[in-house]
């Protein structure tokens, strides 16, 4: 079984979080694999800026998640994918999608959407504390 190891964004703008939409109609969160001699958190600033145009600044770790799946494009091999997730805020609000990696729409959302909108349980479970860390943010 191969480990990959990635990272990804949880950004935020006022009101509003980064979600980008895939080909199939599923909205995500950006994220990438972590290249050799980069930091989690700083593949999760470049996959923001790649995935979606946006300049963003990372704040705070918010945790991690795994899963496997099969790899279609290689015998069916199982990978073991573990991605380090950070809160982030923008620095720029204008986003465009990356579309050779598939994604037909980037764009800010209410947060009060995007638990309803995310398509994959474990980034509803990232959402969730990224907005509880946004609130406390908020109150202090």
């Given at each position: ?30 994220k990438?694999k ?9 593949t999760?600033v ?7 145009g ?14 496997r799946?099969?790899n ?32 037909i ?9 995007v ?9 509803r ?11 406390t943010?908020?109150e202090?």
């Amino acid at each position: 079984m191969k480990r990959v190891y990635s990272s990804g964004g949880v950004v935020y703008l006022g009101n509003s979080i980064l979600m980008l939409q895939k080909i199939n109609g599923d909205w995500v969160l950006p994220k990438g694999k972590i290249e050799p001699n980069e930091t989690s958190e700083q593949t999760a600033v470049r996959e923001v800026r790649e995935e979606a145009g946006v300049k963003a600044t990372v704040l705070t770790p918010i945790g991690e998640t795994a899963y496997r799946f099969k790899n279609y494009w290689s015998n069916n091999h199982i990978i073991e994918k573990k991605v380090f997730w950070y809160l982030m805020k923008a620095i720029n609000s204008s986003a465009h999608p990356q579309r050779e990696e598939g994604f037909i729409n980037a764009r800010f959302i209410h947060r009060d959407n995007v638990l309803l909108l995310a398509k994959y349980d474990d980034e509803r479970d990232i959402l969730a504390k990224a907005l509880e860390i946004i609130k406390t943010f908020e109150e202090n």
